[in-house]
């Protein structure tokens, strides 16, 4: 008797899985493409103490590389990746090709010390005197910019310009001069102001500079790594053609060496593709080449997990059993074994992503999350649908699932 309500199951959960398939497309073009795929450049840091005594640990590390992202933002670019790199090492990286690299290098560099000083050159008061948020834009009586600055204690400017009434005081950025003036009152507001031959622009940024603080440490540049547009755009279209081949043979083989259950395989492999990129959305993250070879060896695994249970219910029906039992025979007996590889996969995984470097990091990132994500739809989404459809009394040929009629034996 044909059980006509299963397979009216199976058509409506693919086809509500048909209709996901159609935005994977956008889902795709809202992930982060990383600088090897977009295009930009990548700078190595290594991180030296300021003061003796000082040491490069965590701490130190994770505020300079907070800072680092400051610097970055205040360049004008937005969502750089910065990374730490044990045990003295700062990565950063700029997926744009429309940033100014030599602008971002001087930037991220910059000490950013900001001191005023006597004529004897004695520092009066620094940068850490300022009040929070206490640099900002403004503008002299002909309308040119300038940037004021505001300190927590008034009296300690008070005091200061008091004792050098009459006398210039300069006034630094890191060694140099930005303004020399001569204090001809006593200021007693708790504001002076930074005079220069500045533009609007670089007056908002020495503002941002001042009110990001200080670089808590010292920045050595290591290496830099450019990577063009058009070559990125070059790496990024060939792996999709690859890409594109390599499923189409994928989808090809399952169909002619499985039958049916090459169908339901090729069906369950396209929700793990597309459910695999809505959660890289989801979580924000960046794609690079290393996560897109992370993302192909998912689909490996994938498929690999729908030869293993297909394999064995091929077994099960050469040794005579019917489709049903054969069925359930093989999905049970080869489920250990699966789960067995998708929990090793898990681990390497995991040591990868703890021990690796960043683009390590990504492939184990992209690794961890396809291992996930091929659970639940090729091995677990896979046999709901193929019991479904087996269940409907409508598939009882042998041939079906790719097993000929004298290649089965008797009980």
Do not use: C
Not at 182 to 197: C, E, H, K, M, R
């Amino acid at each position: 008797m044909i059980k006509w309500s299963r397979l009216v199951l199976f058509l409506v959960v693919v086809g509500l899985l048909g209709g996901l398939f159609t935005t994977t497309g956008q889902v795709a073009s809202n992930i982060t493409l990383g600088l090897d795929l977009k295009g930009g450049f990548e700078i190595l840091y290594q991180v030296e103490p300021l003061n003796e005594g000082q040491k490069v640990d965590t701490t130190l590390l994770a505020a300079t590389a907070q800072m680092v992202e400051k610097r970055v933002n205040i360049g004008g670019v937005t969502e750089p990746e910065v990374n730490v790199e044990l045990p003295d090492r700062i990565r950063v990286r700029i997926a744009s090709h429309d940033a100014d690299q030599e602008k971002l290098r001087e930037l991220i560099g910059k000490p950013a010390v900001l001191t005023f000083r006597d004529v004897e050159g004695k520092t009066l008061m620094t940068g850490s005197d300022l009040a929070p948020g206490g640099a900002a834009v403004g503008h002299d009586d002909l309308k040119r910019p300038l940037v004021t600055v505001k300190f927590k204690e008034a009296k300690l400017l008070e005091d200061v310009t008091r004792a050098n009434l009459g006398k210039p005081m300069g006034i630094f950025l890191d060694d140099t001069m930005q303004t020399n003036p001569t204090i001809q009152s006593v200021i007693s507001g708790g504001s002076a102001q930074i005079t220069g031959d500045y533009t609007q622009e670089s007056a908002q940024e020495l503002a941002d500079l001042l009110n990001s603080g200080a670089m808590p440490a010292k920045l050595i540049e290591k290496q830099v790594t450019s990577v063009g547009a058009t070559l990125g755009a070059m790496s990024l279209e060939k792996t999709l053609y690859a890409g594109y081949i390599g499923g189409a043979f994928i989808f090809l083989f399952m169909l002619v060496v499985y039958r049916l259950p090459g169908l339901v395989a090729n069906i369950t492999l396209a929700a793990f593709i597309y459910l695999s990129l809505l959660f890289l959305d989801w979580m924000d993250a960046t794609l690079t080449l290393p996560g897109i070879a992370g993302f192909i060896l998912g689909i490996g695994m994938a498929v690999d997990a729908n030869i293993i249970t297909y394999e064995r219910i091929q077994e099960e029906i050469r040794s005579g059993k019917t489709i049903l039992s054969a069925f359930r025979a093989g999905e049970r007996r080869s489920l250990v074994t699966i789960l067995d590889a998708q929990v090793t996969a898990m681990i390497a995984a995991v040591v990868l992503y703890f021990f690796g470097t960043s683009s390590i990091q990504g492939f184990a990132i992209i690794s961890m999350l396809t291992t996930i994500v091929s659970i639940f739809t090729n091995v677990f989404a896979s046999r709901f649908l193929l019991g479904l459809l087996i269940r409907t009394n409508l598939f009882k040929k042998p041939s079906w699932f790719g097993v000929k009629e004298s290649e089965i034996g008797e009980l």
